[in-house]
């Protein structure tokens, strides 16, 4: 017999497939469109692609899981990517668009991910 959800996690649920969905679409537009403009270079189209597969990976493991524990971990490879990007937006000038736009949107999702989660009352 099927388990009846409460509105509180089916609500959860479709906020978690609009976040992992956007997720998703960022990714796939970094492998099919990699660093456009005047300031891309081969270093950040090559990673530009390897971010874009990491962000498709993710999104599809946290919304197969549905627990609150993989949208922690989310937020924490996310926070994780922002702050790795620091160093770049600082210090290179060659990479600083880029490493900026990176740290925005790691910064964007850990905080979509840590409103999955809430109080942990999931």
Known sequence: MAKKMSRQTVALQERSALVEG???????AHLVAPGRGPHATRGTIAVSR???????????????????????????????HAVSMLPLMLVSGRFRRFAGRQFVTAIVFAVLEIS???????
């Not at 956007?22 to 796939?28: D, Y």
């Not at 999955?116 to 999931?122: A, N, Q, T």
């Open 22 to 28: 956007a997720r998703a679409v960022i990714g796939a």
């Open 50 to 80: 390897i971010l874009g597969a990491r962000q498709i990976v993710q999104a599809i493991l946290i919304r197969r899981s549905r627990t609150a524990d993989a949208h922690t971990l989310g937020a924490a490879v996310d926070a994780t």
């Open 116 to 122: 999955m989660v809430g109080r942990g009352e999931h």
